[in-house]
């Protein structure tokens, strides 16, 4: 029988934050707005020398070493971004060089 499991997930959070109020500063919106439409006060930002691949690395360390599972099985690496810093090679596959998952897809 084949199947797919996840064997572990984590994260990495950018360290820059945007509140409503900074961008009541630079656009014609309001703090109270914002937050009446989406629920949101503050957003993470990627800023000087984080990328997305960055905080996918060391999201894909952490989880590695948390579960203590050997790179060699991981068959699959999935990263999403919004707005990734190049098209071409992937975010995922950066991570995958990165982190010697030399099997993954």
Known sequence: MTGTKIVAIDFEVAKNTITNNDLE???DTSDEW???RTG????KVI???ETSA???IEAAKKAIKRCNYDVDKIDLIIAAASAPE???PSVS???QGAIGANNAA
């Open 25 to 27: 500063k630079i656009l």
């Open 34 to 36: 914002i937050t009446t």
């Open 40 to 43: 949101i006060k503050e957003r």
């Open 47 to 49: 800023g000087g020398d």
């Open 54 to 56: 960055n905080l996918g």
């Open 86 to 88: 190049e098209v071409y």
């Open 93 to 95: 596959c950066i991570i």
